[in-house]
């Protein structure tokens, strides 16, 4: 399931948006994201969890709501809070209790330690 965010993520790298840090967890995911200009958070949100439940219900063969209704979102001001929301990410998924069953990118890289998250 991962790997369909993951292609959706990368899918307007560069085009519609620049991508920070991200981690995709077994019911959500977290991204630090700067739209383009001429394009919306929202529009990418909607994107990513709209083809996302598609495909991964298609994929699960079953149907209906599969992320909540809302998102949350914090712009960032500061290389302070860059890094503050960075470390959040990197530091979720041990916070939830996984020791798998999770992935961490940064930009175009996935799979990578909490660590690289973290990194300047």
Same mark, same amino acid.
């Given at each position: 399931?991962?790997?369909? !965010? ?6 307007? !790298? ?6 920070? +840090? &991200? ?5 959500? #995911? ?12 929202? +529009? =990418?949100?909607?994107? &990513?969890?709209?083809? /996302? *439940?598609?495909? =991964?219900?298609? &994929? !699960? /063969?079953? %149907?209906? %709501? @599969? &992320?909540? +209704? ?7 001001? %500061? ?5 503050? #929301?960075?470390?959040?990410? *990197?530091?979720?998924? %041990? ?5 798998? /069953?999770?992935? @961490? ?7 990578? +330690? ?7």
């Amino acid at each position: 399931m991962a790997g369909i !965010l993951i292609e959706l993520f990368l899918g307007g !790298l560069g085009k519609d948006y620049e991508l920070d +840090a &991200w981690v995709i967890m077994p019911n959500h #995911f977290h991204v630090i994201v700067e739209p383009a200009e001429g394009t919306t958070l929202g +529009a =990418i949100v909607k994107r &990513w969890k709209g083809a /996302g *439940a598609r495909r =991964i219900n298609q &994929w !699960l /063969g079953q %149907s209906g %709501s @599969l &992320w909540q +209704a809302e998102a949350f979102d914090h712009i960032v001001r %500061s290389e302070r809070q860059l890094n503050h #929301f960075r470390r959040y990410i *990197a530091e979720n998924p %041990s916070k939830a209790g996984l020791g798998e /069953g999770y992935v @961490l990118g940064r930009c175009d890289r996935f799979g990578i +330690a909490p660590e690289e998250v973290m990194e300047t």
